[in-house]
């Protein structure tokens, strides 16, 4: 997903410590699972005549934003949502000196997806919410937590304290399958599966049965990836990683063996990236079946794409599924079009159709989950494109609703990685800034000081910045040696624990007003 232009680089190192997800290592330091990504970063700089090309893929740098202070108070923003692209919209305003942001979260914890989407086994890339730390540390920032807007706040609300509201909740809901049979206990989507692990309030009691020998995952995304991945990983590794305890205790028990993955279409055409390809086969024992490597070798010999030719080659070096089960495994599967689940009281297997032919395969399951991707979710007052579930939008601007701006999934759909959010909310501000600058926004109604009491007297349960340290500060404490946290599940725990913030000094109380006049 990063590559660094050999020619460009000056081999300072500074990237080095500055990447909060330590992304990026030293040519010479890397471990025999990362030395796959040295050939990869060189393929994507071709050699042109025995020299290297100038540095023609670096990607265009997007300058910030320039406020012009306007009569009318600072440029006041209320962002909704504390996921990736709410953390870098507020970054990109707060790059303007007296710029206010407001981030408004559903949630008693910040961050989005990056605590309840990201797989506890990836917790490198958690290491974002670092970033997102200090973001949220700048003068001019202020959380409103444990707040939802449509419930305790509406767009109304927010547009009479704010010159503009910018919405980035991502996509909340899945893409469900609509076949026979997804309703029997023992089915479910790998999305929700993703937020019980990672210990969501809202999922905390998902019957999760593995009391089975084999599941099935409908779709080859990473997000399938991700849940093969804890599904199959020994717990005590698990264990050792910021899991919901409820999730691993189950996973201790676990009698799951197979985690069969099942694409419609062939190996070319699979979801995953090529990093969590990578990432999965050198961490699981990753198998085909014979006819799938047949596919395989049929989609080598005619594939161009170098990306997609790398896939293959890693697939055709996969080991076969009649090799004896060590541990349990992951089996890649294609063409396979899900055509009903099969279970009178509960799920016991699959029914696929061979995609291309009459042909039907049955696959035994004691859990079936669908992984066909997130789904965006209406927001209140605001237009919906139901086709696509985004917000209409023109590069973030929302059609028809003069003060209203998207960033992040609910502006361009389920895709891309943590980093894509950067330069799509960059550009949502560079529009909502030109809009002030031209006088386009309204102003709002009232003082800054008057929003802290309004919040406060729709929801008295909100969480500041205070609060949300303490129970940062609690679950880490909580973790002891071996987990970097142990999350709460609860939002009555969560509240409870954010209540014993210290409150503001005199100073700070004084400071904070100052600063809201
Ligand atoms: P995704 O990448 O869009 O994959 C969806 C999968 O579902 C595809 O295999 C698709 O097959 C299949 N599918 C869709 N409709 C189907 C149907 N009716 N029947 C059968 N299969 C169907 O979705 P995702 O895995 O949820 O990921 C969402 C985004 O988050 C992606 O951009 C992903 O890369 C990103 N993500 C990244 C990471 C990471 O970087 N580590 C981790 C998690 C997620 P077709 O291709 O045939 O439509």
Not at 160 to 165: G, I, L, S
Not at 414 to 431: E, L, M, R, W, Y
Request: with cysteine; charged share 20%.
């Amino acid at each position: 997903m990063l590559y660094i232009d050999p020619e460009a680089c000056v081999d300072c190192g500074a990237c080095v410590s500055a990447c909060p997800v330590g992304a990026i290592a030293a040519d010479t330091r890397l471990t025999d699972k990362q030395l796959p990504f040295i050939e990869l970063n060189a393929a994507f700089y071709p050699k042109r005549e025995g020299k290297l090309p100038p540095t023609s893929k670096l990607a265009p740098v997007i300058a910030a934003p320039n406020v012009t202070a306007r009569p009318g108070g600072p440029l006041t923003v209320a962002i909704v949502g504390s996921g990736p692209a709410a953390m870098y919209a507020a970054d990109e305003l707060l790059t303007q000196r007296g710029v206010r942001v407001n981030v408004f979260e559903k949630l008693p914890t910040p961050y989005g997806l990056v605590r309840a989407g990201v797989a506890p086994d990836h917790q490198s890339t958690k290491r974002v919410t670092r970033l997102f730390d200090v973001i949220a540390k700048q003068p001019g920032f202020k959380f409103f937590l444990n707040v939802e807007v449509g419930k305790h706040l509406s767009h109304a609300d927010l547009l009479e304290h704010h010159h503009a509201v910018l919405y980035a909740v991502g996509a909340p809901n899945d893409r469900r399958l609509d076949i026979d049979g997804m309703d029997l206990p023992g089915t479910g989507t790998a999305t929700e599966m993703v937020a019980w692990i990672n210990g969501h309030p809202e999922f905390t009691d998902l019957p999760v049965d593995l009391s089975h020998e084999r599941v099935v995952i409908v779709g080859n995304g990473n997000v399938a990836f991700d849940v093969a991945r804890v599904l199959t990983t020994d717990p005590d590794v698990l264990a050792r990683t910021d899991i919901s305890d409820h999730a691993l205790a189950v996973l201790r028990n676990s009698k799951v063996s197979e985690v069969v993955i099942a694409a419609r279409r062939g190996p070319a055409e699979s979801a995953f990236t090529l990093p969590e390809l990578i990432g999965l086969t050198a961490t699981c024992d990753v198998v085909l079946d014979e006819a799938d490597h047949q596919l395989v070798v049929a989609d080598l010999a005619r594939e161009t794409d170098p990306l997609t030719r790398n896939k293959l080659e890693i697939l055709a070096k996969l080991g076969n599924t009649s090799a004896p089960l060590t541990r349990p495994r992951i089996r890649l599967a294609y063409r396979l079009t899900p055509q009903r689940v099969l279970g009178e009281d509960r799920v016991t297997g699959i029914e696929f159709g061979v995609t291309g032919t009459d042909q039907v395969r049955t696959l035994d399951a004691g859990l079936v989950l669908t992984s066909i991707g997130y789904r965006g979710k209406a927001i209140a007052d605001l237009p919906f494109d139901d086709d696509v579930a985004v917000v209409p939008n023109d590069a973030g601007r929302v059609r028809g609703a003069s003060g209203a701006y998207v960033a992040g999934w609910i502006k361009r759909g389920p895709t891309g990685f943590i980093g894509t959010n950067k330069s799509c909310a960059a550009q949502t501000v560079h529009q909502l800034v030109d809009d002030y600058n031209a006088g386009l926004l309204t102003d709002p109604v009232h003082k800054a000081s008057a929003l802290d009491k309004l919040v406060r007297t729709r929801q008295p349960a909100m969480v500041d910045a205070a609060g949300w340290q303490a129970i940062d500060a609690a679950e880490i404490a909580r973790g002891g040696e071996d987990r970097p946290r142990d999350k709460f599940t609860s939002v009555a725990e969560m509240v409870a624990v954010a209540a014993t913030a210290p409150k503001p000094t005199v100073r700070q109380r004084l400071t904070a007003s100052l600063q809201a006049h």
